[in-house]
């Protein structure tokens, strides 16, 4: 009659044998998976930025939007304090030059359309340097 433990008497004993130690095979298992982010739109950034503007190039660089959008926000204050001041020693006839605020936005706007577009580009090349170091080539080459 076989030996049972004490409170499990259809379980194997504790020791069924000796450990083996885990060793994964060096030739088997799936092939190494190459992660790869997507290629990013230069039509799509140009519409983004042409109708959202600074906000549209979050699409294509998310760093290049926050720069661009701190140093316009900056250019704004900037400008606003100087002509306040100017207002005020020239006793109000500085005030016109607030006419020339909105042009810090258009110069932003500008600046967003070329800059996504850019970024977008140098993106899409990054990624076919990457590819091209890893040895793939894609269909049809």
Do not use: D
């Not at 926000?73 to 607030?98: D, K, Q």
């Not at 800059?115 to 580009?121: D, E, I, L, P, V």
């Amino acid at each position: 009659m076989p030996q049972q433990q004490a409170g499990h008497p259809q379980h194997a004993p504790l020791h069924p044998g000796p450990i083996q130690p885990y060793a994964a095979p060096a030739a088997y298992g799936p092939p190494p998976v190459m992660m790869r982010s997507a290629p990013k739109s230069v039509g799509v950034t140009f519409v983004l930025t042409f109708f959202f503007g600074v906000l549209g190039m979050f699409y294509a660089t998310t760093s290049g939007a926050l720069i661009l959008l701190g140093v316009t926000l900056g250019a704004i204050v900037l400008a606003v304090v100087v002509i306040g001041i100017l207002s005020v020693l020239t006793l109000g006839f500085g005030a016109a030059l607030f006419a020339f605020v909105p042009l810090i936005g258009v110069a932003a706007w500008i600046t967003s359309m070329i800059w996504g577009c850019m970024a977008a580009s140098r993106h899409n090349e990054r990624l076919a340097a990457q590819y091209a170091a890893a040895g793939y080539r894609p269909p049809g080459y």
